[in-house]
């Protein structure tokens, strides 16, 4: 038996009103989440306590459930005010924010009733471990199909090419793989993708291919800020070699170098300055949005 205390620093969550923790947590067998996939989820991160970038993470949420006609039963202040419980529950300088929404419990059919009941949850957790040492060297990938369904802009929790694809880039021995849809680049497994490409900032459109990341979006501004050429657009498999820089970007990853391709070297073998310059941007950018107003929506 685990002690309390060690339940607790695993992390602490709300579940449909009630709290709790990720290890004794339960959801019935029959909910949609578990039978079919059919739900929703975000992370968020908190730095010093306060969360990045909230108000961005709670309005894809509810893109995402808009997406698949799932109604949200609380407000966006609903969700601050129980992550700020939550923070005052786990006291942390660095944790992650999870939110995962699911259609309800029902007897297993595909067709589902109007007047379901979503289950909720919402948790705070230790971050994700990245290995320092890989942002210091760069990391390698793989590039392997996408073989996802068409709506890779809502965040489901329906991740089960994302994780074969993980699987196939550790059983390689890289950190990740680059997913690729007829010829195109889309993302990695659990980030989007930049390219520093003749000296422009490039990365692929923002359209069903992809999530529209929150750090993605937030390392667009800082680099059209400081005034690098900037393009959204489609990014053929090709030009991943031919990159000066390649680099990942997501809520756990901040900025990661891609040092490694498949067989190919990229750029000089080492992370590149636009990579190093915009995570250092990215990082003045988290301490100055870290501040109590940003868990408010309004
Ligand atoms: N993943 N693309 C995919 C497929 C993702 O799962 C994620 C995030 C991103 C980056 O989005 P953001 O910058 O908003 O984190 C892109 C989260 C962190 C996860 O699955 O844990």
Redesign the pocket.
């Known amino acids: 038996m685990e002690s309390e205390a060690t339940q607790t620093a695993k992390g602490v969550l709300w579940i449909n009103g009630e709290l709790g923790d990720f290890q004794t947590a339960q959801v019935s067998l029959e909910d949609r989440g578990f039978q079919f996939g059919d739900g929703i989820y975000e992370?968020a991160r908190v730095y010093q306590g306060v969360p990045f970038m909230f108000a961005e993470?709670i309005a894809?949420l509810f893109r995402s459930a808009a997406g698949i006609e799932l109604a949200i039963p609380i407000s966006g202040d609903k969700f601050s005010s129980i992550a700020r419980e939550l923070l005052n529950r786990f006291p942390s300088n660095g944790a992650e924010i999870y939110i995962q929404i699911t259609r309800g419990i029902a007897p297993r059919n595909l067709l589902w009733a109007e007047d379901l009941q979503p289950t909720i949850i919402i948790g705070v957790r230790p971050l994700?471990f990245v290995p320092p040492a890989l942002r210091e060297t760069g990391c390698s990938a793989i590039t392997l199909p996408d073989e996802r369904w068409a709506r890779?802009d809502l965040?489901t929790i329906c991740?089960l090419p994302?994780a074969l694809a993980k699987k196939r880039a550790a059983r390689a021995g890289v950190f990740d793989a680059l997913m690729i849809r007829d010829n195109l680049l889309t993302?990695?497994?659990?980030?989007?993708v930049f390219l520093f490409l003749n000296q422009t900032l490039v990365t692929p459109a923002a359209d069903n291919r992809?999530?529209h990341?929150?750090?993605?979006g937030v390392v667009l501004k800082l680099a059209r800020e400081r005034g690098y050429r900037v393009v959204e657009r489609e990014v053929k498999r090709e030009e991943l070699y031919e990159a000066q820089e390649v680099f990942l970007?997501?809520?756990?990853l901040e900025l990661m170098p891609v040092v490694k391709i498949n067989e190919h070297t990229v750029g000089t073998g080492a992370p590149g300055d636009a990579q190093r310059e915009l995570l250092s941007a990215f990082r003045c950018f988290v301490r100055e949005h870290t501040t109590q107003r940003d868990l408010e929506l309004s």
């Open positions: 992370v993470h894809r994700r890779c965040k991740l994302n993302e990695g497994t659990a980030s989007n992809i999530l990341g929150v750090t993605r970007t997501s809520t756990s």
